[in-house]
């Protein structure tokens, strides 16, 4: 074809984004702590084969805009998710990475054990917060997780609360509401977040935990106590239901009621419930139903 005299040929360069190679990802949302559908608290489950850009995390965690997203990655080039039993984990928010989430850990042993098959009985996470162990139980996924104690704080103000604890190591407030409340006032409290951000503005505190003890034996199924769990300094207004806030409950309400094994119910407005376990060994085993609502490939 004869050149076009006077016109200059140019070269056009596609962005570094779109010349590289678009990674296919195996992704998957699991409903935790519980075992039907559309309760509990939702996460999103990414499978890495390969290594991940840094930045890609926390932009595909706000693309799911669910409370978490966990990733699980292999150790080793040898790794399988079928055959190995030691992983790494991560978990974002939309907003940032958070050093440890119970409910997307429950998630990702839900999806390693009853999607991928995974054929060990229990899974090794290495996270932000130490190793994390999942086993497989009869009813549900055990989780292994740190205790963590909360300090006695002083009341501010005149709101009706029985006591005030702060966790250092999860920078998490626990407000025990007073006995004198019922299921349905937790229930049914109103929290402005935003309240909470202008409120607190030092960086001491990532989480605020609403908690109730539980309401004598009757008809109905008993629960120890009761909670809601707030974290808009990590860009969750309301978390329907938490692992790693129940890390500390546990050991709050072990000290309260004197009991090792406890029935948790977390009563957002989707629910979830916890069987609680203290062990011997400075850490609590935490009990939940999982459902896996939806398996699908993420393009990115």
């Not at 200059?8 to 992704?27: G, N, S, W």
């Not at 949302?29 to 930045?55: S, W």
């Not at 790494?88 to 991928?116: M, Q």
């Not at 960086?203 to 309401?215: A, F, N, S, W, Y």
């Amino acid at each position: 074809m004869p050149r076009v005299k006077g016109r200059r040929q140019t070269e056009v360069k596609l962005p570094a984004i779109l010349r590289a190679r678009k990674m296919k990802l195996p992704i998957f949302i699991v409903d935790a702590f519980t075992a039907k559908a559309f309760r509990g608290n939702p996460a999103a489950v990414c499978l890495l084969e390969n290594k991940l850009d840094e930045d890609v995390h926390q932009k595909i965690a706000r693309e799911m805009n669910l409370s978490e997203t966990a990733f699980i990655r292999k150790l080793n080039p040898t790794d399988n998710f079928t055959q190995s039993s030691c992983f790494g984990l991560r978990w974002f928010t939309p907003a940032s990475e958070v050093p440890l989430c119970g409910h997307a850990t429950l998630a990702s042993a839900a999806v390693l054990f009853y999607k991928i098959k995974n054929v060990n009985n229990t899974l090794t996470f290495v996270t932000l917060s130490g190793e994390l162990k999942a086993r497989r139980a009869e009813d549900g996924i055990i989780l292994d997780l740190p205790l963590y104690p909360a300090h006695p704080q002083t009341a501010i103000g005149d709101t009706l609360v029985q006591d005030i604890r702060y966790s250092p190591d999860t920078r998490k407030l626990l407000v025990r509401l007073s006995d004198t409340y019922k299921r349905s006032f937790l229930e049914n409290l109103k929290v402005n977040t935003q309240d909470l951000l202008q409120v607190e503005n030092t960086g001491k505190v990532k989480g605020l935990i609403l908690t109730l003890k539980g309401e004598p034996g009757g008809q109905t199924q008993t629960f120890d106590f009761y909670s809601r769990y707030f974290a808009p300094w990590v860009g969750v207004a309301e978390d329907p239901v938490t692992g790693s806030a129940h890390a500390v409950l546990s050991s709050y309400w072990s000290q309260q009621l004197g009991k090792k094994d406890m029935h948790a119910f977390q009563c957002s407005r989707r629910g979830g419930e916890l069987e609680i376990s203290l062990c011997p060994d400075g850490r609590v085993d935490i009990k939940g139903g999982t459902a896996i609502v939806l398996e699908g490939t993420l393009t990115a």
